[in-house]
């Protein structure tokens, strides 16, 4: 890792990407307090595959936020800021 280069991981894939100085390849997302690479946001565009549903709502359990509604094919929206 460079001098000044910071990772973060991916709450979803749980891989690590570059978060800061002069790259951003995540985001953090305030209301549901977590980091999402942009990877995880471009495959999972058209809802949030089902094997992180778990993970998801266990996240959102334990910081008392509301899940939010899924969309007519029962997927969660993949969180962004």
Known sequence: MEEGEHKEKCFFCGKLFNYGLHRWD?????????????????LNADGLNPIYDAKFEAH?????ILRPPRDINGYYEIPKK
């Open 26 to 42: 995540g985001e953090f997302v305030p209301h549901y307090k977590l980091l999402v690479c942009f990877r995880c946001q471009k």
């Open 60 to 64: 959102l359990d334990s910081h008392n």
